[in-house]
């Protein structure tokens, strides 16, 4: 069984920068395909970006140029590093896990989620 924890979370103003983890427990982490995902009020959960195996990324175009998703798998922790913060990046932000994954993987599909830390940007 693998258990995911996010944390990081907070409040933040517009144009600031904040870093939210998530951390693994259970499983080969560096064998996951890991993903972070946010969910605003009102509005259907939206894939922010994900990173492979050997640390491959793919942003949405919404966090393009602005957020950076990495891994380490000595601390079985992957990072989001948030830049250029705005409001309508308001939102939980959760970490998934595709345990199933290969290397080449490139549409992951997440077996396992965490709760999720809340963001919230201030105009």
């Known amino acids: 069984q693998v258990q995911l924890i996010e944390s990081g979370g907070g409040l933040v103003q517009a144009g600031g920068s904040l870093r939210v983890s998530c951390v693994a427990s259970g499983g080969t982490f560096s064998r996951f395909h890991m993903g972070w995902f946010r969910q605003a009020p009102g509005k259907d959960r939206e894939l922010v970006g994900h990173i492979s195996r050997n640390s491959r990324t793919y942003y949405s175009d919404s966090v393009k140029g602005r957020f950076t998703i990495s891994r380490d798998n000595a601390k079985k922790t992957i990072y989001l590093q948030m830049n250029s913060l705005k409001p309508e990046d308001t939102a939980v932000y959760s970490c998934?896990?595709?345990?199933?994954?290969?290397?080449?993987?490139?549409?992951?599909?997440?077996?396992?989620w965490g709760q999720g830390t809340q963001v919230t940007v201030s105009s």
């Open positions: 998934a896990a595709d345990v199933n994954a290969i290397l080449t993987t490139v549409n992951p599909s997440f077996d396992y």
